[in-house]
């Protein structure tokens, strides 16, 4: 287990730009696989982005590639997801998330959730 807390999030107009960090206590996340997922009240929980442990691999969903990228720093145990040209359809609370699983994507193999930030693209 790790706790999560992401911060970063606010509001911010299309074409803008935020930087999200999630930041883990208890243990090191240098040995998990982090996600990002977003959520609209009343959908369901996407996914964004996951990096390996290493930060070898990254995956995007399709909707935010070559906009967001997903990054980490095992020693400061903080995952981070730059997030530029912001479209108003990026509006969600932003979950960050940890999981021993190689290359995991879906949301039930993240074990592990941040509180969520909120984040608002204004048009």
């Known amino acids: 287990q790790v706790q999560l807390v992401e911060s970063g999030g606010g509001l911010v107009q299309a074409g803008g730009s935020l930087r999200l960090s999630c930041a883990a206590s208890?243990?090191?996340?240098?040995?998990?696989?982090m996600g990002w997922f977003r959520q609209v009240l009343g959908k369901e929980r996407e996914f964004v982005a996951a990096?390996?442990?290493?930060?070898?691999?990254?995956y995007y969903a399709d909707s935010v590639k070559g906009r967001f990228t997903i990054s980490r720093d095992n020693a400061k145990n903080t995952v981070y997801l730059q997030m530029n040209s912001l479209k108003p359809e990026d509006t969600a609370v932003y979950y960050c998330?940890?999981?021993?699983?190689?290359?995991?994507?879906?949301?039930?193999?993240?074990?592990?959730w941040g509180q969520g930030t909120q984040v608002t693209v204004s048009s």
């Open positions: 998330a940890a999981t021993m699983q190689v290359a995991a994507r879906a949301a039930r193999f993240f074990g592990s």
């Open positions: 208890g243990r090191t996340v240098s040995n998990y696989t």
């Open positions: 990096i390996s442990w290493s930060g070898g691999w990254t």
